[in-house]
Each structure stands twice: as C-alpha cells, then as structure tokens.
C-alpha cells in the first residue's frame, strides 16, 4: 500500500525541519511513503529549507504566491499517487506518530475517511495553570462541528482536524473549490452528503499560540459556517 502525505506549509521556517524529520522517521511496515510539500510562497527561509530536501520520495511544490491551504492541498491532491491521502500540517501541532494508529482502519475495506479527533478528552479551562491555549477557538471548534451534524446528520466530534485521511477513490470523487482553511468544512460536508461514514480515531495535539505563528482567525471561522451552509444546499 502507498500513503501520500500532503504538506502545505506557509513561513514555518521554526518546525518544518523536524516535521520532515518525523515524517521520515515514522515506521509504517508493509507501506510505502510518498511526500508531496506545497510552499505556498514562504517569505521567511522555509523555501531554502526545503531546497535540502531533495529526496526520491519527496515532492516539492512552489507557489508563486500566497494562495491558501485549500489551494496548497489541492495542488497537492493533484500530484498524489497513494492508495491513501494524509494532510499533515506544518506547524508541529499534529505528531506523525499517530499514523499507525489513524490508518489501522483502512484494513476493513469498508473503511473510507478516517478523521484524527482532538476533541473527545480536551477540556476547557478558562483560567488557571493548565488552562486552555486559545479557549475561544477549542469553542469555535466544537460550534463548527455541532452545525456539521445538525446540517448533515452526522456524528462527528472534530470536524476542523488538521488529521484527514482519505482513500484516494473518494477524493476523486469531489472536486474541491475552497483556497483557505475553509478546505476542512467543504471535504467534509461533501463526504458527508456522499453518505460516506467518517471514522474517527483521538488523537493529542499541542495547540500553538499566534505569538508562536498560529494563523487560522475568526474570519476562518465565519468562512466556515457560510461554506457548511453553502455545501448542504448545493454541490
């Protein structure tokens, strides 16, 4: 079996190194990896990074500008070759160690999307020493997902993970027209409306801060909401 994993990344200069280096690293018996690395016009020194990385199984693709995660994976999708498709973020939030364990399902043929949930065991905490890193957005998190099953009967508890993985037969079958983060609502609603049963597997991330370079905002948030609300009604 062959896994695609799809990188977008956007001025990570700080941790696009070590996320290559786990990629590489995670042992996957029987499986054989394919990378695929969208810059999407870095202005930091993420791009002489990545000009090192010149390896058989990796991919890189430069955009001349900004364009957006969506467009970055899109781009992505279109190069991929693998059985499977895994979207892997840059930001070390998400830890290739969990590949095994999000992939296990695939051995059921019936298995199509498997979803990385953070959200079944994360509190919220406003205040205190282990209060939660940017509480506003673990609610906006979970309003999103609640509005994904109210929308289209659904069971989901993380509809925004950055850990989506996907037989490469179902991507096939949607043609994807977000360029922004609002990529994670449309994958979603469409595989939902295709009836396709999500499998969801928990997971732990480290959330970053923006003083630590996180770049989803509020606006992304509202950008969600119309693109769930625009795919229920249209395809």
Do not use: C
């Amino acid at each position: 079996m062959k896994l695609s994993i799809i990188i977008p990344v956007f001025n990570e200069q700080n941790t696009i190194a070590e996320v290559l280096t786990k990629v590489e690293n995670v042992s996957l018996p029987g499986i054989q990896k394919e990378i695929i690395i969208i810059d999407d016009a870095s202005s930091d020194n993420t791009a002489n990074i990545l000009k090192k990385q010149q390896k058989k199984n990796i991919v890189l693709i430069r955009h001349k500008h900004n364009m957006g995660k969506g467009a970055a994976v899109k781009d992505g999708l279109a190069q991929a070759s693998g059985d499977l498709i895994l979207i892997q973020d840059a930001d070390l939030e998400y830890d290739p160690k969990y590949y095994s364990v999000l992939i296990k399902p695939f051995d059921k043929k019936t298995t199509m999307v498997v979803f990385g949930t953070r959200l079944i065991n994360y509190p919220l905490r406003i205040w205190g020493k282990d209060k939660t890193i940017l509480p506003a957005h673990l609610i906006a998190n979970r309003f999103l997902t609640v509005l994904t099953n109210i929308l289209f009967g659904g069971s989901l508890t993380d509809m925004e993970t950055g850990y989506k993985i996907f037989r490469k037969e179902v991507l096939n079958k949607i043609k994807i027209n977000s360029k922004k983060f609002d990529f994670e609502a449309e994958i979603t609603a469409k595989i939902l409306k295709m009836g396709i049963k999500i499998v969801e597997i928990p997971i732990e991330t480290k959330p970053r801060t923006y003083q630590e370079g996180k770049k989803i905002n509020w606006i992304d948030g509202i950008s969600a909401i119309w693109t769930l609300i625009k795919y229920r009604f249209r395809n």
